[in-house]
C-alpha cells in the first residue's frame, strides 16, 4: 500500500498457475511476482495516463523486488542487470535495468532447456537461504568475485566468446553451491542425478567441442544453456542421454 495507495480501494481475486514446480529451485516466485507487479502497473497507467513507459517498468522491477529478487529481473525481455556495478551504467540495488551495453548476436537466440531433477520443494527455501549468507565467513570474498566475474562478462558478451561465457556461468553457478555446503547449519541442493548430469555433460563437451553448459539455482534442476543455432542436434542428444536422470523436461529460450 505504501507505493501503491490507491489499492486500497479495490478487492482482488488472484487465480494463478504455473506449468513448472514451485519451491524447487527454478525461480517459480520470479513468474508469479512479475507478472503481478505488471498487473499492478497496468491498474496504475489508467490512473496516470501520463505515465512514461521506461518509469512504468522501473517500478514494476522495483515492486516485484519486494516479493522476490529474481523476480525484478523478469520484467524485462533479454538480458538484464540487477544490483549496483560500477562499471554499469544506471546499474542499482532497488529494481532491474536492461543490460546496457553491446551484445553479440551468438547471445541474442539462446536455448535453455530445463532438467527437472527434483520437483518436491527444497528443504531450505530461498528466503531462508538467503539469510544463512548474512554471516557466512566467505561470503565478502563472494560479492568481490562475483564483481569481478561482471567485468569478465561485459567483454564475454560483447566478443561472443560462448566457450568463456559457459565457463564462467558454470563457475558462478558451483561457487553459489560451494557458499550453501559451506553455511551454517550446511546442507546440499544437489542431487546425486544432478551430479551424473554435470558429469555427463562435461564428458561429452570434451568429445564433440559442442556449446553446451550448464546453471544451477538452489536446487537440484539443471538449465542447460547453449545456442540456438545447435539445439537441433544437442536437444537429441539430451533426450537419449540425460532424460534417464529426469522427472521431466522443460524447453524454453531466450531472446534478446
Known amino acids: 500500500m505504501l507505493y501503491c495507495s490507491y489499492l ?12 513448472f514446480p514451485h519451491s524447487s529451485g527454478i525461480a517459480s516466485s520470479a513468474s508469479s511476482m512479475s507478472a503481478l507487479a505488471l498487473c ?68 541474442k537466440n539462446i536455448s535453455d532447456t530445463i532438467l527437472i531433477v527434483d520437483k518436491n520443494p527444497k528443504k531450505i527455501l530461498s528466503s531462508k537461504g538467503h539469510q544463512l549468507m548474512n554471516n557466512h565467513p566467505y561470503v565478502r570474498n563472494r560479492v568481490k568475485n562475483a564483481h569481478k566475474n561482471m567485468i569478465k562478462l561485459i567483454s564475454i558478451l560483447e566478443q561472443g566468446d560462448f566457450r568463456k ?6 563457475h558462478e553457478a558451483l561457487t553459489l553451491h560451494a557458499m550453501i555446503m559451506t553455511s551454517r547449519p550446511y546442507f546440499l541442493c544437489m542431487k546425486p542425478n544432478t551430479l551424473h548430469i554435470i558429469y555427463t555433460i562435461w564428458e561429452f ?18 538449465h542447460l544453456i547453449y545456442p540456438i543455432k545447435e539445439r537441433k542436434y544437442l536437444i537429441k542428444w539430451v533426450y537419449q542421454n540425460l532424460f534417464f536422470y529426469c522427472e521431466k523436461i522443460i524447453e524454453s529460450f531466450v531472446y534478446k
Open 8 to 19: 486500497r480501494y479495490f478487492d482482488f481475486v488472484i487465480e494463478t498457475y504455473n506449468n
Open 40 to 107: 499492478i502497473m497496468e491498474l496504475e497507467k489508467k490512473f496516470f495516463f501520463s505515465l512514461k513507459e521506461d518509469f512504468f517498468f522501473r517500478k514494476a522491477s522495483f515492486l516485484s523486488r519486494l516479493g522476490s529478487g529474481s523476480a525484478c529481473r523478469s520484467i524485462y525481455p533479454g538480458l538484464v542487470v540487477w544490483g549496483y556495478h560500477k562499471y554499469i551504467k544506471g546499474s542499482n540495488n532497488f529494481y532491474a535495468i536492461p543490460y546496457p551495453y553491446q551484445i553479440h548476436p551468438i547471445f
Open 165 to 170: 561465457f559457459g565457463e564462467l556461468v558454470e
Open 205 to 222: 563437451r570434451i568429445q564433440s567441442k559442442k556449446n553446451i553448459y550448464f546453471t544451477l539455482d538452489a536446487g537440484a534442476n539443471v
